[in-house]
């Protein structure tokens, strides 16, 4: 390693102190438990979508409404905390998904939907810049890792957002999302808490000298130019995932005839593949190199997308099992890479990393919702098939590693 290449981001002190095990749990359950609450929207679609007799560019609309505010703001919200940290942030943020999730629940038309999810993806574009930045700020020196134990979280309570909405919502209905406020109630406890670590770690930290900014030797136009590269992987990979996330259980029923509790227990067993891949991906990417994983991830799934729209029904699970693991164990290694190629700006980099991962996935549901419309959602699985082959272009990623002190 490079031992003059050090950046000033929080992290830098906790590499000193070590990783800070109980804050990296702490905001991985609030992930968890933010996740839980949100995979509720996708997976409430089909009642919804029966309710309010709506079309599938509807169902996208939906999906648009809550990603786009969380993409259009977290960019913003991350670039202002990085001077201004604001560590109570995080139950705020919280308080906005707990106000959405209850209005979702007692939505009377397809415009209060919209606002709930809106609502929703709000409170995201709170939490995911800032619970980054703890998380980095506790990693002690071990980003991937940290990255990973934060998104794990967030993907185990994405695969659990299904189960409650087969067990629990869609025999209840609609009303009975209101039960889950008591889940956003305990994480805004648990995020208050998290805020007083954040506080006083900047307290213990107030009167040290930063460490200064000094540059990893990359040109500006080869950063800018693997910063647009690494937000073409997050297109392919987020688009693909949105027609998993979205409308893998509209394809099971429609092709293979499943009831809606059934394709909802296929829909868990996906997203809790994506959650063990993401752990598998920070660790790999600690180890061996970010880029790596990167080339691995995104390209590697490419043979088992192509072969999902020609498989029955047992290989359709298997496959989008195979999918789900290998494709989510790329975004931790790439928010990592993006964050030491923009040394300095973990929140900006967070916030426009999560909220493209977010805008990508809303406008790719909306997008693909209207060519289901127009043709059919198994049309959608073969388009979407092709989508990881973009993950070519990650031979125009430069090599981070020997350059950079890993903050």
Known sequence: MNSKAITSTPGSSASAQGTVYGILAAISVSHMLNDMIQSLIPAIYPMIKENFALTFGEIGLITLAFQLTA??????????????????????????????????????????????????????????????????????????????????????????????????????????????????????IILWNVGNWYAGHRRANAGKPRAAIVDHGIPRAKVVIALAVLIALMFSKFVYLASLSSYYTFYLIDRFGLSVQAAQLHLFIYLFAVAAGTVLGGLIGDRFGRKYVIWGSILGVLPFTLALPYANLF?????????????????????????????????????????????????????????????????????????????????????????????
């Open 315 to 407: 290989w359709t699970g298997v496959l989008a099992v195979i999918i789900g693991f290998i494709l989510s164990s790329a975004f931790s290694a790439i928010v990592v890479f993006a964050q030491e190629l923009v040394p300095g700006k973990v929140g900006m980099i967070s916030g426009l990393f999560f909220g493209f991962a977010f805008g990508l996935g809303g406008l790719g549901a909306a997008v693909l919702g209207e060519l289901a419309d127009h043709t059919s959602i198994e049309f959608v699985y073969f388009v979407c098939s092709f989508l990881p082959a973009i993950g070519l272009f990650a031979v125009f990623l430069p090599n981070l590693e020997g350059r950079t002190v890993k903050t």
């Open 71 to 188: 993409s259009l703001l977290q960019p913003l919200v991350g670039l202002y905390t990085d001077y201004r940290p604001k560590p109570y942030s995080l139950p705020i943020g919280m308080g906005l998904t707990l106000v959405g999730l209850i209005l979702l629940a007692f939505a009377g038309n397809f415009a209060m939907v919209l606002v709930a999810a809106a609502l929703v993806g709000m409170g995201s574009s709170v939490f995911h810049p800032e619970s980054s930045r703890v998380a980095r700020m506790a990693s002690g020196g071990r980003p991937g890792l940290a990255q990973s134990v934060f998104q794990v979280g967030g993907n185990v309570g994405s695969s659990l957002g299904p189960l409650l909405a087969a067990f629990v919502v869609l025999p209840f209905g609609q009303h009975s999302i209101a039960a889950f406020s008591a889940i956003a109630l305990l994480a805004i």
